[in-house]
């Protein structure tokens, strides 16, 4: 459950790895989430996205019919389609906290963050693809790009809130008719000093600290 004022997506995000990139505090200060999920079974599937503000306002949800190959390409489509829509409410400067349940593409987004701060724009670790979604991947790439920051984070597929989506969306069409909203976050607040979360404590000092 979110803290009061707090987004459930900004919830899941402080508490999910973000495969090769640090996890300090003040990653916990993104702007706007979104979680997004592709489904793929045979006669068809899904994509479906789930958008909110820092402080828990919901910007949007779609939850959209699709016809993937199969369902990496469809995790791919999902999170193409999660940040137009969101590009299209977000200022440029925004940082972005992306959830995904797909151990490559988190790690695909976050390597293609870091290539951006290294001279040749190389990324640390090799980005592999499938073949299906490359052009998708290229509108991934530049919509990361349009943003002022962005993480991925990993989360599990039953915590994923853009997974029911997906998986019914026809069932949940009705969310397609929600009014649009361009929203922004209340300002963050401003903690007197920087801590680890608790689950990223040094619970190993053991001992007291010296005068």
């Known amino acids: 459950m979110a803290a009061h004022g707090r987004s459930a997506l900004r919830d899941l995000f402080d508490e999910s790895p973000t495969p090769h990139i640090a996890h300090p505090p003040r990653t916990h200060h993104r702007d706007f989430y979104v979680a997004t999920d592709g489904s793929f079974r045979n006669g068809g599937g899904g994509l479906g996205a789930v958008i909110e503000t820092r402080d828990g306002t919901r910007v949007a949800r779609l939850a959209t019919p699709d016809m993937p190959p199969d369902n990496n390409v469809a995790e791919y489509r999902a999170l193409h389609l999660g940040l137009d829509v969101l590009a299209a409410r977000a200022p440029r400067d925004a940082s972005i906290g992306v959830l995904v349940d797909h151990d490559t593409l988190a790690s695909n987004v976050n390597n293609t963050v870091l290539a951006t701060s290294y001279p040749d724009g190389t990324p640390p670790r090799q980005i592999s693809i499938p073949t299906e979604t490359r052009y998708h ?57 920087e801590f680890p979360p608790p689950s990223r404590a040094d619970r190993n000092g053991g001992g007291r600290a010296s005068d």
């Open 137 to 193: 991947w290229r509108g991934i790439q530049a919509r990361l790009n349009g943003f002022g920051e962005v993480r991925a984070a990993r989360i599990d597929s039953d915590d994923n809130p853009a997974h029911p989506l997906a998986n019914a969306p026809r069932q949940y069409e009705h969310v397609n008719r929600e009014p649009d909203r361009c929203v922004l976050p209340e300002p963050p607040e401003s903690p007197t000093a």
